[in-house]
């Protein structure tokens, strides 16, 4: 089963709106990441957010991590158009191998 | 994107014959991985690698094998295709992120769409 659920699992806004998604996790992680993907293309990497940090941000990216409620949520603001993909959270609990379980994704739609 | 091409991009084969799909790398990475995306999974695990000849199962291994020779080619088998593994294939490496505790970020390569009719 996967590790990470997204919600919602689309979404729809307009260019300039705030979009959120939120990802939920079953067992303790080291770090948590999201990812971007664009329609037939394969996953890039946008930020980690580690088990020990509350907030983290990059450019336009906000993320969030609850480690009591075992939730995360990234915040993409003024939104453009270009920011239309799949979006899906990661959580490493290997520790050893370096891999990630993924979650089912949030279809981000942005209408200019 | 890391130099990581995968082949072929685009195979339609029939069910019972076996199928190979490459994954190559330029910057001598040790860990490799193979998933497959279909709708509403998301990426699963295939398979992974972290050095020549050693690999480990994922959490979809069932009907997969592979083989790594060489730091850079990751080979994905499936043996007797079956309609149930027409899928998306991606491959691919993870690299340190450095800094406190263990963090790295995965890169992908284009992916390899698989139909099995």
């Known amino acids: 089963s996967q590790q990470g659920e997204e919600d919602p699992q689309a979404l729809s806004i307009q260019e300039g709106e705030n979009a959120t998604m939120n990802c939920s996790y079953k067992?303790?992680?080291?770090?948590l990441q999201w990812y971007r993907q664009n329609s037939g293309r394969g996953l890039v990497h946008l930020i980690l957010?580690?088990?020990?940090?509350r907030e983290k941000h990059s450019g336009r990216l906000r993320v969030t991590l609850d480690t009591s409620k075992k939730s995360s949520s990234l915040l993409i603001t003024a939104s453009r158009a270009a920011d239309t993909a799949s979006y899906f959270c990661?959580?490493?609990?290997?520790?050893?191998?370096?891999?990630?379980?993924f979650g089912i994704g949030t279809k981000l739609q942005v209408i200019p | 994107d890391a130099g990581i091409t995968q082949s072929p991009r685009h195979k339609v084969t029939e069910t019972g014959t076996p199928v190979t799909l490459r994954c190559h790398q330029t910057?001598?990475?040790?860990?490799m991985y193979w998933y497959r995306q279909d709708p509403g999974h998301g990426l699963r695990l295939i398979h992974y690698?972290?050095?020549?000849?050693?690999?480990d199962k994922g959490e979809v291994s069932d009907g997969y094998s592979v083989s790594r020779s060489k730091t850079e080619d990751f080979l994905l088998t499936l043996e007797s295709a079956t309609s149930s593994q027409t899928s998306v294939y991606f491959c691919?490496?993870?690299?340190?992120?450095?800094?406190?505790?263990?963090?790295?970020?995965?890169?992908f390569g284009p992916g390899t769409r698989l139909t099995v009719t």
């Open positions: 691919a490496i993870s690299e340190s992120l450095g800094g406190q505790g263990a963090a790295y970020e995965q890169y």
């Open positions: 910057e001598n990475h040790r860990y």
């Open positions: 957010i580690r088990s020990n940090e």
């Open positions: 067992t303790s992680i080291n770090n």
């Open positions: 990661a959580t490493d609990v290997s520790g050893g191998y370096q891999k990630v379980t």
């Open positions: 690698s972290y050095g020549v000849k050693d690999t």
